[in-house]
């Protein structure tokens, strides 16, 4: 089973500053034939189902805000809060879809400083 | 609009069974990927099981192997999960989740979960 390590446990970001989570899978998920890494980006505020944002590691999902981004290549990714609001206090996971079972990661919990 | 909801949970003693329900609509359930995903109370997600998006393949967590067995009808747009010999580590909501628009397993789409608690 591939093994999702995300860094770090929490996060406490100012209002207007940016946060970076990041993401590291035990082994590729970039499948070569199409070039594409089959990683995904969700957040989950308490008492919600897990919210998608990013799927094909940078493609941002429709209604998503532009401050979201996602990046990275292989084994190694990055989730990226351009501009930090308080609607986006929640816990964040990686996910990948390389190869069933479809990992996550153990959760990044992001909070305002 | 695509809809996802659960049923089936409740309180069962250990080494009890369970079958969840997930009733879909909105889309062609028989053409899409579907998974459960599970997560214990204040801890993060597990993906649990899956059917592949033709439904001729299915896929296990190590963590439920031999114990789950996940199905569905596509005359009743509803996907299932079977749960066998259950532990207290199983206690958790469930979700069911629609893969992604290209059919992969990514998941745009959850319902609410259902909650099951094995305890004696």
């Known amino acids: 089973d591939i093994v999702m390590t995300q860094s770090p446990d929490s996060l406490a970001v100012s209002l207007g500053e940016r946060a970076t989570i990041t993401c590291k899978s035990s082994q590729s998920v970039l499948y070569s034939s199409n070039k594409k890494n089959y990683l995904a980006w969700y957040q989950q505020k308490p008492g919600q189902p897990p919210k998608l944002l990013i799927y094909w590691t940078s493609t941002r999902e429709s209604g998503v805000p532009d401050r979201f981004s996602g990046s990275g290549s292989g084994t190694d990714f990055t989730l990226t809060i351009s501009s930090l609001q308080a609607e986006d206090v929640a816990v964040y996971y990686c996910?990948?879809?390389?190869?069933?079972?479809?990992?996550f990661g153990q959760g990044t919990k992001l909070e305002i400083k | 609009e695509v809809q996802l909801l659960e049923s089936g949970g409740g309180l069962v003693q250990p080494g009890g069974s369970l079958r969840l329900s997930c009733a879909a609509s909105?889309?062609?359930?028989?053409?899409?990927?579907m998974s459960w995903v599970r997560q214990a109370p204040g801890k993060g997600l597990e993906w649990v099981s899956g059917f592949s998006g033709s439904g001729a393949s299915t896929y296990y967590a190590d963590s439920v192997k031999g114990r789950f067995t996940i199905s569905r009808d596509t005359s009743k747009n509803t996907l299932y999960l079977q749960m066998n010999s259950l532990r207290a580590e199983d206690t958790a909501l469930y979700y069911c989740?629609?893969?992604?628009?290209?059919?992969?397993?990514?998941?745009?789409?959850w319902g609410q979960g259902t909650l099951v608690t094995v305890s004696s």
């Open positions: 909105g889309f062609t359930f028989r053409s899409y990927a």
């Open positions: 996910q990948q879809y390389y190869s069933a079972p479809h990992t």
């Open positions: 989740a629609k893969g992604g628009y290209d059919n992969s397993g990514y998941y745009p789409y």
